[in-house]
């Protein structure tokens, strides 16, 4: 596994201004994964796009980054597709997913021109019904309902029947555009033969669309990719797998990827501190951080090594010899705010600081203020730290509730 080096001074200066528990992105990271991530999947065969995963980290900053990088945006509700629209992109580099769209976020991106990706035979009734005095044909994408991989993931999309079916009806509706053929299959990925079998359902797919004249612009294969690990095998597993492609139309459609773990997970960290040791009977040493469950939710844990802890407050490193296994525990007052059931960490004492790796997938988005507030998060950027998202306050907790007139203390 891959450990980004923060500099021990530099984390606690940070948490000095910033606060503790903090959230840290490494810009150049980001950037340089995402640059990784492009390059290993464009071919000559197929031209590529690759549209960021807002859901597993939308912090501004981070989507911005990426969409400078030249990245697009794959959003799954309203307040994501607005907040793509607002950092610049285009309604045509916006993919919109998801199994629920609100008949105005559906209308809104069609009459802009993003692409919306069916997921079920409902929802394209409704955009049947909105399409019709837009500017341009509504776009569309047909995605594939997938069971290939280790989680079931057969209730998003269309069985192969059904997506014949509605092949058929675009092609009969001059006011549908069929724009793309999508199938995502999972998260964290392990196997890149997953990635040959959804490709091969969409090839099916788009033979199907060819005999009916019809010409997607995009064949997307989603996201679900591993981080921090060489991704060239996917790529050929997919490309390999479409190749037919290049011969069925008069334009190759592009290839288009979701990624969201694989490009943000190893760009963050979570610097905590530790507030308590314990010495606990029938278990042994064990250590309590002011981060848990509460910021590291099981989503961004998926697989193993995905996340680890290591001791940063001392210059000099501890000798091997002192590392002993140690119970790594969360601050919240729920038995399951465990982190690290047994980890390999030096003799650790109150204010020490500890940094969970890989914390930029599924952690941001997932984390709740449970008990405590949520904490700021800090960009390294080119001209040192800067605040991208200010911690929250016991006021930011309670700024939606309404205390009743009849129980307010008089
Ligand atoms: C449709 C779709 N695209 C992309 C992603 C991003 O997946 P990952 O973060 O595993 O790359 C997801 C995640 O669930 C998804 O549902």
Request: hydrophobic letters at 40%; a negative charge; aromatic letters at 8%.
């Amino acid at each position: 596994m891959t450990h980004i080096p923060l500099a021990n001074a530099v984390t606690a200066d940070l948490l000095e201004e910033f606060g503790s528990p903090l959230f840290v992105v490494n810009e150049s990271v980001l950037r340089q994964t995402f640059r990784d991530f492009s390059r290993t999947f464009s071919t000559p065969e197929f031209p590529s796009h690759v549209a960021f995963s807002y859901k597993t980290n939308y912090l501004p900053a981070v989507c911005a980054i990426l969409r400078n990088e030249g990245a697009w945006a794959e959003v799954v509700s309203g307040p994501e597709y607005r907040l793509a629209r607002r950092l610049g992109h285009s309604p045509g580099e916006i993919v919109f997913n998801g199994p629920w769209k609100t008949r105005d976020e559906l209308e809104t991106a069609l009459a802009e021109g993003a692409c919306i990706v069916l997921d079920g035979l409902d929802e394209f009734s409704t955009v049947e019904s909105l399409v019709g005095g837009f500017k341009q044909p509504a776009r569309l994408g047909i995605r594939i309902a997938f069971n290939g991989g280790k989680t079931d993931w057969s209730r998003f999309g269309f069985a192969h029947g059904d997506a014949t079916h509605i092949l058929e009806r675009i092609a009969k509706n001059p006011a549908l555009d069929l724009h793309m053929l999508h199938s995502h299959c999972g998260t964290n990925v392990g196997d890149p033969g997953v990635y040959s079998g959804a490709a091969a359902g969409l090839v099916e797919l788009a033979k199907l669309a060819a005999a009916l004249h019809l010409a997607p612009a995009f064949i997307d294969l989603g996201g679900g990719f591993p981080s921090g690990v060489n991704l060239t095998p996917y790529a050929r597993a997919i490309t390999k797998t479409l190749r037919p492609l290049t011969h069925l139309f008069d334009t190759t459609p592009a290839l288009l990827l979701e990624p969201g773990r694989s490009l943000v997970s190893l760009a963050m960290q979570l610097v905590c501190t530790v507030v308590a040791v314990k010495d606990i009977p029938g278990r042994g040493r064990a250590i309590i951080l002011n981060g848990g469950r509460n910021l590291l939710p099981p989503a961004c844990r998926e697989g193993p090594g995905t996340l680890s802890v290591i001791r940063v407050k001392d210059v000099d490193q501890p000798p091997q010899s002192s590392y002993a296994p140690v119970a790594v525990f969360g601050p919240l007052c729920m038995p399951e705010d465990i982190i690290n059931e047994s980890a390999l960490l030096p003799p650790l004492a109150p204010g020490d600081l500890v940094l969970v790796h890989e914390a930029g997938a599924y952690t941001i988005t997932q984390s709740m203020p449970f008990i405590r507030p949520c904490p700021g998060v800090v960009l390294l950027g080119p001209d040192g730290p800067v605040l991208i998202r200010r911690a929250q306050t016991d006021e930011d907790l309670f700024a939606c509730d309404v205390l009743p007139p009849h129980l307010k203390q008089s």
